[in-house]
């Protein structure tokens, strides 16, 4: 049996006020509750903050206020806000129109949605000006006592690591929200939903299989569900199914679990260990760069309590063993020093 999506979970309406994303229903809520506020005073939503495991939804959740509230939607890389000068060219580019040549409303405004991704590598020189902008909407103007005034707009950041930020420039953001992974009904349907959209056909039991590699995490899982797309294509087949589905992991190194063969090479070499290791040593035994391991392969070790960092270094948990025994690892043979006249079996 195959199964067909309908794209009844992402829909656009005919007023334009946008996609239906899956989950974040709490998330959502609060954001349409603060969008009819701010239309009703004719002022710009609360600036938000959104933190949580990269793959989420955060840039989605970021289009999507601006859809809801017919907005326009401008991205811009943290790194380019570095001074006084990279912020008044971004701020320039907002939606000006409703106001009169000293800033006063004059009708309705369409605030803008600024988005800065990785707002927590925002440099030191771009935030005091971004800071005054985000607090009173305007910005020194080099004159003792005059102000460039700046449309009312709202700044959405997102980051994996909201504790990097200064409590001041945090604390700026009156609306906060954590995104974290999904649940793996919310995973199937998203799963679903780009299978629909890049028109693709796959069984129940191929979702399954991505689901329980997802890590519940949509961009993880949608780009696997690439990977088996592309080699059903390669191999002539039409429909994705369960056994090339498996078939697909085992090709590219993904266990039944989600863990790629670094992390499972990981677990072996902590196992093996039986004592802490180091972030640079550990490096070295796997062959990955310490700011990889560190930021990208050992969160999801850490999370599923297989892993514990320590004073001391890294160290493998019971539950981490256990999972090597069940794969059918024993760990590594140590040799001992035998006599001359040992008979070897």
Known sequence: ????????????????????????????????????????LNLAPPHMLFAGVAGCGKTSMARYISKEGGSDFLQVPAADLKDYKSIIEVLENLNHVGYDRKGNRMGEIKPTILFIDEIHRLPIG?????????????????????????????????????????KPFRERFPMRFVFETY??????????????????????KAIGEIVKRGRGIPRIAVGYLKRVRDLCLSEGGRILTHSMTLHTFKEIGIDERGFSRVEIKILKALYDSGIPIGLENLSIMVNESAKTLSASTEPFLIREGLV????????????????????????????VEISAEYIRK
């Open 308 to 335: 514990i960092r320590s004073g001391k270094g890294r160290l493998i948990t019971k539950k981490g063993k256990e999972y090597l025994a069940e794969a059918g690892y024993g760990g590594k043979t140590h040799k």
């Open 126 to 166: 771009g935030q005091e000006p971004l800071g005054m902008a985000i607090e009173d909407f305007k910005i020194a103007a080099g004159k003792d006592g005059l102000c460039h005034w700046v449309p009312y707009f709202t700044l959405v950041g997102a980051t994996t690591d909201d504790g990097i930020l200064s």
């Open 183 to 204: 649940p793996d009904k919310e995973m199937a349907q998203i799963i679903g939903l780009h299978a629909n959209l890049l028109n693709i056909e796959m069984t129940p």
């Open 1 to 40: 049996m195959s199964m067909r999506f309908t794209t009844a979970t992402f829909t656009c309406t005919a007023k334009g006020t946008g996609m239906h994303i899956i989950g974040h229903k709490n998330t959502k809520n609060q954001m349409r509750i603060a969008l009819k506020a701010a239309k009703k």
